[in-house]
């Protein structure tokens, strides 16, 4: 094995050289001193740690972590989406629902329509009743009184005639 130096002295006279690629790349790296506790065992020497992070260490962050992973795994990527595209797909599911509805209401049955005809119906015939009763409320007394003298008079023409 070469020397750092002999490496060196290599490439500074023959840059053009075909040496070892592989190794000229790894001078750089090899001229730094390694430091000396990975090879001593000196118990006076203070050997470095990594520092503890206290936002990762933290419980929040454990959990919103493991939370992403989860959500990463099932395909549920946090959606940073602006507010203009969440309103326009709100209103493109809301339309979405809506046709749906409309396209069941479209769907019923001939037993439903008969149904739904006969409510209406009973509900104009109900109007009308409320219509002429608020009439006839309102209407000036001669005229409720004429009203009774013609029923009355009809009443006793059907009891002769039978």
Do not use: C, W
């Not at 730094?32 to 470095?48: G, K, Q, T, W």
């Not at 409320?130 to 023409?157: D, S, W």
């Amino acid at each position: 094995m070469k020397l750092k130096a002999e490496y060196m002295r290599d490439l500074v006279d023959n840059p053009f050289e075909d040496t070892n690629l592989k190794d000229a790349y790894l001078i750089p790296r090899s001229i730094m001193a390694e430091p000396d506790y990975i090879e001593d065992d000196n118990p006076e020497l203070i050997r470095p740690q990594k520092l503890v992070n206290p936002v990762k260490m933290s419980r929040n962050h454990q959990d919103l972590h493991r939370e992403l992973l989860m959500n990463q795994k099932r395909g549920l990527a946090p959606q940073n989406k602006p507010e203009l595209q969440k309103v326009m797909e709100k209103r493109k599911r809301d339309q979405v629902i809506k046709q749906k509805e409309e396209a069941a209401q479209k769907k019923k049955s001939d037993f439903e329509i008969e149904l739904l005809k006969r409510q209406q119906k009973l509900e104009q015939l109900e109007l009308e009743n409320q219509k002429l009763q608020e009439e006839q409320e309102n209407a000036p007394e001669f005229v409720k009184v004429k009203g009774n003298l013609r029923r009355t008079g009809q009443e006793v023409a059907q009891a002769q005639e039978s």
